[in-house]
């Protein structure tokens, strides 16, 4: 996957998560999940791109890592929508998917940069 591609795929991350974000219900639960997931679901893309343009490779491995944490973070938050029955666990199951594959993603990106690294 080019460097393209994955800043691709986390923006449309991003953009589904705020069509989820919009459709939890505005309860307690639903309203602390909503600013929580907003905020670690738009993260990702936003960290990649900083990566993209890092000044070192320990700056680059320092914006992915952060991009893998929000990542890891946004499928505990969709986890528990579905979980506290917020949304259905159907239509969750591509955004919760798309998450896992993600980390995944950066994950290896990680360990291969790491990997490459002179030291």
């Not at 600013?35 to 914006?63: C, M, V, W």
């Not at 579905?82 to 290896?108: F, M, N, Y």
Request: hydrophobic share 35%; with cysteine; charged share 30%.
């Amino acid at each position: 996957m080019s460097p393209d591609d994955l800043s691709e795929r986390l923006l449309d991350f991003s953009s589904r998560v705020g069509k989820v974000v919009n459709a939890l219900p505005p309860t307690r639960l639903g309203s602390h999940i909503a600013n929580q997931l907003i905020r670690s679901g738009t993260a990702p893309g936003a960290h990649y791109e900083e990566g993209r343009a890092a000044e070192s490779r320990k700056d680059f491995l320092h914006k992915l890592g952060i991009a893998l944490k929000e990542a890891r973070e946004s499928c505990y938050w969709l986890r528990l929508i579905a979980r506290s029955e917020l949304l259905s666990e159907a239509r969750l199951a591509d955004l919760t998917d798309e998450a896992s594959q993600l980390c995944r993603i950066l994950g290896k990106s990680i360990v291969t940069a790491k990997q490459k690294d002179p030291k």
